[in-house]
């Protein structure tokens, strides 16, 4: 009886283990941003999807989205925001007993025509920029995990204090390819570390977006770029969903 009631008791402290999580958003306006006064951020929404899943036993998390940030200001040693990731994830990282997790979403604004730093980033370099970040952490702490989703839908008039337009969209559409190339390779080079988060969200807001984007003035009119409290919703639903899939 005694053996049965230490093995029941093994049993029950790894499957914990497995299902405890810290995450750590990487992210824009769009993850930092709460969709109107009475929203949360999509990341509290992908939280607290996961903490209704079966199994799931404690999330510890980080939002650490910055309005108007492109890849160029999360990049290690130069970016100005890789240093607020390393200060989330050193304590973090100390939880053993949780696996470490970092869930990106950038592109936005690496996208547009002009405004943003560094904007507009190509392709290939959004792609260097991406692998210099996620190697950091890969490298920075052994064990953890790294999920990234395509980015999502905008108007083609969207032109605030930046200039994004159709160019603007065109070239966030020519990101989702690298993304994903990039976490075939690192299958190979980093295996079972970088995963493949949501590829949902872009058509959806792009179906939706009058129902799920807010209305905002522009330069050429009224645009969509950013969910509103109804959206924030559904992008961390869909956010955490991936992560379920792929994580858990």
């Not at 996208?111 to 950091?136: D, H």
């Amino acid at each position: 009886m005694k053996i049965k009631t230490i093995l029941l008791f093994l049993l029950i402290a790894v499957h914990s283990q497995a299902q405890n999580l810290a995450i750590i958003f990487i992210g824009n306006s769009i993850t930092q941003g709460k969709g109107g006064p009475d929203g949360l951020p999509p990341p509290t929404h992908a939280v607290n999807y996961l903490k209704g899943q079966k199994g799931v036993q404690e999330i510890l998390f980080a939002n650490l989205g910055r309005s108007g940030s492109t890849t160029l200001d999360w990049l290690p040693g130069s970016g100005k925001f890789f240093a607020k990731v390393t200060e989330a994830a050193d304590s973090l990282y100390l939880k053993k007993d949780h696996q470490l997790l970092f869930s990106i979403k950038l592109g936005t604004n690496d996208s547009a025509m002009q405004g943003p730093n560094g904007a507009p980033v190509s392709r290939e370099n959004y792609r260097k920029n991406m692998e210099s970040i996620i190697s950091e952490v890969l490298k920075k702490y052994p064990g953890s995990k790294v999920i990234i989703h395509h980015p999502i839908w905008y108007s083609t008039n969207t032109y605030n204090s930046s200039k994004y337009l159709a160019e603007g969209l065109e070239r966030l559409e020519s990101y989702i390819p690298e993304i994903d190339q990039m976490i075939s390779d690192y299958r190979i080079s980093n295996p079972g570390r970088v995963f493949k988060g949501d590829t949902k969200a872009f058509k959806y807001f792009k179906k939706h977006y009058l129902q799920m984007l807010k209305p905002e003035k522009g330069q050429q009119g009224i645009f969509y770029l950013h969910p509103n409290e109804g959206g924030v919703v559904v992008l961390g639903k869909y956010w955490g969903k991936a992560i379920e899939k792929r994580i858990l």
